[in-house]
Nanobody, 126 residues
Framework: QMQLVESGGGLVQAGGSLRLSCAASGRTFSWYAMGWFRQAPGKEREIVAGIRRSGGSTAYADSVKGRFTISRTNAKNTVYLQMNSVKPEDTAVYYC???????????????????WGQGTQVTVSS
C-alpha cells in the first residue's frame, strides 16, 4: 500500500498563490506517475494536472493551464502543485493520486490511479 498525505491547503484571496504538497510513503515513489485532482461541491472529481515518473512530462487541464504547475522531487517522495493567479472557481478539495502506469502528456489523464490521499481544502475568496 502507498500512503499519500496532502498539505498546504487553506484560504486565499483571488489572484493569490498557494502551494500544495503530497508526501508519499509505503512504496517506491519514483515508480508511480502522479496526479492532482479536485472536487468542488456538487461537482464530479476532475484531474487538474499529471506528471510522469521522472517528472520529465506534465499535463494540465485547460482550466488551470498557465496558472498551475505540477512538479515532483523523487528524493523527497513528494509531489507539488503550485497554484498561481487563483480564482474563486478553483475552490475545491484537492487530492493527489498515484498511478503504477507511467505516462506522458495527456496520457497522464487516462492512466488508472490506484492510491489516493485524504484531500486538502482550498478556498478562494473573491
Amino acid at each position: 500500500q502507498m500512503q499519500l498525505v496532502e498539505s498546504g491547503g487553506g484560504l486565499v484571496q483571488a489572484g493569490g498563490s498557494l502551494r500544495l504538497s503530497c508526501a508519499a510513503s509505503g512504496r517506491t515513489f519514483s515508480w508511480y506517475a502522479m496526479g492532482w485532482f479536485r472536487q468542488a461541491p456538487g461537482k464530479e472529481r476532475e484531474i487538474v494536472a499529471g506528471i510522469r515518473r521522472s517528472g520529465g512530462s506534465t499535463a494540465y487541464a485547460d482550466s488551470v493551464k498557465g496558472r498551475f504547475t505540477i512538479s515532483r522531487t523523487n528524493a523527497k517522495n513528494t509531489v507539488y502543485l503550485q497554484m498561481n493567479s487563483v480564482k474563486p472557481e478553483d475552490t475545491a478539495v484537492y487530492y493527489c493520486a498515484a498511478s503504477p502506469k507511467d505516462c506522458s502528456g495527456s496520457a497522464c489523464f487516462r492512466v488508472p490511479y490506484d492510491y489516493w490521499g485524504q484531500g486538502t481544502q482550498v478556498t478562494v475568496s473573491s
